[in-house]
């Protein structure tokens, strides 16, 4: 057999090995690329003009479009550089076969997920702080009977009115909701941070640390609140919000966040105290690992300097502490990471 008929004899192409099967990845890849985008194969000529590499609509006819006998127009190093600068995508990736290009359409796909639900957390967490305000306010007879009073006047039956107030109150409902929000939050963790699924080698991804949050919220209310004038105060909460449900605060600092929000003050000592002893109770838990040991030790760090910044050397706070200078130094970043990461 000739060379010229093995070119042509698509068993024999076939019988080639990856030189082909690269071929009509690339092919397929292309096909998939466009229909994916919408582009029509005059646009996918005039994407490569554009990117340096003057190709007519005809061209890519023959590359996606295979003859009887199954060949098809071959591609250029030119263009296929071309191809994958259009495509975003890297070099080798292209002739790689579909399920690949699936797979990764799907990656991206999860990434634009995952950024997305960090932006439902933070919404859902202030549509749950509002619940939680809500709750409070029908909680008090006063509140409730002029809420009665206003669904009245607006002609909502009191039959009607009853359920949504019942519903309002209601712990189940509460619950549910509060777990939902715990659901989405989990998950996203899981999923990593929105960059890549996958750690660094030979680096174990951080989990969330609650020590973190509580340590935000005590600066929050010990500190910022009790010195900030009491119309700005609402603003201060409604960045901290997700930390509030996240460390599951909410429902003691109800009382002082609905006063804030109605323009009046309210002591923080009650939230503060509650923060401590959440702060107390994971510096005396046993540590299941070394991030619950860190955890621990982020705790008693945070319980020992009570807000304040240190001015002792860290070498003499690690060994006030009986730990060594790289504990103290790691649990120090668990318990300030909110400031490291500029987390709202």
Not at 99 to 118: F, I, P, Q
Not at 147 to 164: I, K, M, N, P, S
């Amino acid at each position: 057999m000739s060379i010229a008929e093995k070119r042509s004899d698509p068993d024999q192409t076939n019988q080639s090995g990856t030189r082909s099967l690269s071929e009509e990845n690339v092919a397929l890849r292309i096909a998939w690329e466009m229909r994916r985008r919408g582009w029509s194969q005059e646009r996918m000529a005039q994407e490569l003009t554009h990117a340096g590499c003057p190709t007519h609509q005809s061209a890519i006819s023959k590359i996606v479009n295979p003859k009887p006998d199954g060949s098809r127009r071959a591609i250029s190093v030119d263009e296929a550089i071309a191809l994958a600068r259009v495509f975003g995508i890297a070099l080798e990736e292209l002739p790689l076969p579909m399920d690949d290009a699936e797979g990764r359409d799907l990656h991206d796909l999860s990434r634009t997920v995952t950024h997305e639900g960090r932006n439902a957390t933070e919404q859902y967490a202030h549509f749950l702080l509002a619940w939680a305000r809500l709750r409070h306010r029908l909680a008090q007879e006063q509140s409730r009977a002029a809420y009665e009073g206003f669904l009245a006047q607006r002609r909502v039956e009191a039959d009607t009115a009853e359920q949504a107030i019942a519903f309002w109150r209601d712990t189940d409902s509460w619950r549910a909701a509060t777990a939902g929000y715990e659901t989405l939050h989990r998950i996203l963790q899981a999923m990593g941070d929105g960059r890549d699924l996958t750690p660094p080698a030979g680096e174990a991804r951080r989990r969330h640390s609650v020590v973190a949050d509580l340590v935000r919220l005590r600066e929050l209310f010990a500190t910022k609140i009790p010195s900030t004038p009491v119309r700005v105060v609402p603003d201060l909460i409604y960045h901290a919000t997700e930390a509030l449900i996240r460390a599951g605060i909410q429902e003691t600092a109800i009382g002082v966040i609905d006063a804030y929000d109605r323009g009046t003050a309210h002591p923080t000592d009650s939230v503060v105290e509650e923060i401590d002893r959440r702060l107390r109770q994971i510096s005396d838990q046993e540590p299941e690992d070394r991030q619950d040991y860190l955890e621990s030790l982020a705790a008693r760090t945070t319980l020992n300097h009570r807000g304040r910044q240190p001015r002792q050397p860290p070498e003499e706070l690690a060994a006030e502490l009986g730990v060594s200078i790289e504990e103290y130094q790691e649990a120090r970043k668990i318990a300030y990471v909110h400031r490291e990461t500029g987390m709202r």
